[in-house]
């Protein structure tokens, strides 16, 4: 019998930085993120989360989420919230306190849909580190924070990327679609 072998998942990192590169303020706010925000235009947002069926994010990241308050945003979907100093699973995520390389290897040998890396930074930079972000969908807001969280963070191995697509929206917001190069 002729094996077929599995499609391995793709690994998407979805996220919005001011123009100087910072996905929060340093007091965690990103109310900043509204001068982009236009009635009927969510830059794709609903199209790329209905196509993943797994979502990784950072301890503090979780927690800034259940700030929002209303339903969970991921109901239905298997949320990992990498963490330390939590454990266990609730109705919503599950705590994963291992190396984050060995959760995205465990998901890709499992198979299943896409998986968005939600961030923040420390999330994305582990594993940038070990080259296990696949795609990147950045949305580049309009602004300089001056200060904040930094994406991307120093002391990563250089990495090369190829652009597959880019979009221009009138409120000053430029997508840009990269993917890993080999
Ligand atoms: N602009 C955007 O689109 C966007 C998107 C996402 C997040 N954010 C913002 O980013 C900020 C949070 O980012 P952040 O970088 O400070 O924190 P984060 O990555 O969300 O969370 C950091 C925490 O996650 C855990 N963690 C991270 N990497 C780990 C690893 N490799 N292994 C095990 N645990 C790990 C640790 O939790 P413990 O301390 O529990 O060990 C760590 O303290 C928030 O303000 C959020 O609103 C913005």
């Known amino acids: 019998m002729c094996r077929v072998p599995m499609i391995e998942r793709t690994v998407i990192l979805y996220i919005a930085m001011s123009l100087d590169g910072y996905i929060a303020r340093v007091d965690n706010t990103i109310d900043w993120l509204s001068v982009v925000e236009q009635q009927g235009e ?43 100093t939590q454990s266990g699973t609730n109705e919503h995520v599950t ?12 998901l890709k040998q499992k198979g299943g849909a896409n998986i968005f890396v939600d961030g923040g930074a420390d999330v994305v930079n582990s594993l940038m580190t070990v080259n296990l972000i696949d795609k990147f969908v950045l949305s580049v807001i309009p602004v300089f924070l001056g200060s904040g969280i930094p994406l991307f963070q120093s002391g990563r191995p250089e990495q090369l990327l190829k652009l597959t697509n880019s979009f221009t929206f009138p409120s000053g917001l430029v997508q840009l679609w990269y993917e890993k190069k080999a």
Do not use: Q
């Not at 705590?95 to 465990?106: E, I, P, Q």
């Open 95 to 106: 705590f994963f306190n291992g190396a984050a390389a060995d959760l995205v290897r465990k």
């Open 42 to 84: 969510d830059y794709g947002y609903s199209d790329f989360v209905g196509s993943v069926d797994t979502v990784i994010m950072g301890r503090k990241t979780y927690e800034k989420v259940l700030t929002f308050g209303g339903e969970f945003p991921h109901k239905g979907r298997m949320c990992y919230v990498l963490s330390r």
